[in-house]
């Protein structure tokens, strides 16, 4: 990715104490329960987290039905970081409360813990693999992956990698090239950042709205499937944003 310098410093346990060391929160909330009820279109098959960064709690919601679930992200620390949760080590982040939150949008009924476990074991189970990805390359996985997923879930990502609209735009297609003719494609974003706070410190960002990430979809998606849905988000103005983009298209 061209802008790989702008994340020598990133730390991921930086990121995660950010935005999930504690309750769910609003750009996360809406975030999670958009996809939800999305997903429920997903087509049985294989799924792809793309640009997952060090988190896991946008794919819970797939465990149940996905045949395999694959996470990828373009910095090795982060695999890293979800390595060592699927391996339980003691130092690993606590996806509890965001697992109870999806448990809760799936059904509208507060989770038990033991709801909240088994959802946890179930996707530890249902992951085949944590891979490279590089969202610059037009096989950002290799050919032998291009178009081989029934759903393709990429929060927070191309945006977040780039301060170039043009980047962004290439980024986009090209994790869209692993999408398979009739699959699902669920996208979120943060609107009109140009930079956001991890830590200590501001990384780059797009400054993206409803209208760019539109246009985009319908280069590669179905013009009548796609929806994009704004969240304004006042209370993350620190943060550097404060609304985001969610999305939905079929290929």
Same mark, same amino acid.
């Given at each position: ?173 090209? *994790? ?10 669920? @996208? ?19 400054? *993206? ?34 609304? @985001? ?7």
């Amino acid at each position: 990715m061209p802008e790989r310098g702008a994340f020598e410093q990133w730390v991921p346990r930086d990121y995660l104490g950010e935005y999930y060391s504690g309750e769910v929160t609003e750009d996360e909330l809406s975030t999670i329960k958009y996809f939800v009820e999305q997903f429920r279109a997903a087509p049985p098959g294989p799924v792809l987290c793309f640009g997952c960064g060090p988190t896991l709690h946008h794919v819970f919601l797939a465990a149940p039905r996905a045949a395999e679930i694959y996470l990828c992200d373009y910095l090795p620390e982060n695999l890293a970081e979800i390595e060592r949760w699927r391996r339980q080590e003691p130092d690993a982040h606590d996806w509890s409360v965001f697992v109870r939150y999806t448990l809760l949008c799936e059904s509208g009924v507060a989770a038990s813990s033991s709801e909240v476990n088994v959802r946890t074991e179930l996707l530890r189970a249902k992951i085949a693999g944590l891979l490279p990805a590089d969202a610059s390359l037009s096989d950002p996985l290799g050919s032998e992956f291009r178009g081989r997923f029934a759903a393709v879930l990429s929060p927070y990502c191309a945006e977040s990698a780039s301060s170039d609209k043009a980047t962004w735009a290439r980024f986009c297609r090209n *994790i869209a090239s692993l999408v398979r003719p009739g699959g699902l494609f669920l @996208t979120s974003a943060v609107r009109l950042c140009k930079q956001y706070k991890s830590g200590a410190r501001f990384f780059p960002a797009t400054p *993206i709205d409803e209208h760019d990430l539109r246009e985009v979809l319908e280069r590669d998606f179905r013009a009548d499937t796609i929806e994009v849905e704004v969240r304004e988000l006042p209370n993350h103005e620190s943060q550097g944003f404060s609304g @985001t983009l969610l999305a939905r298209a079929i290929r």
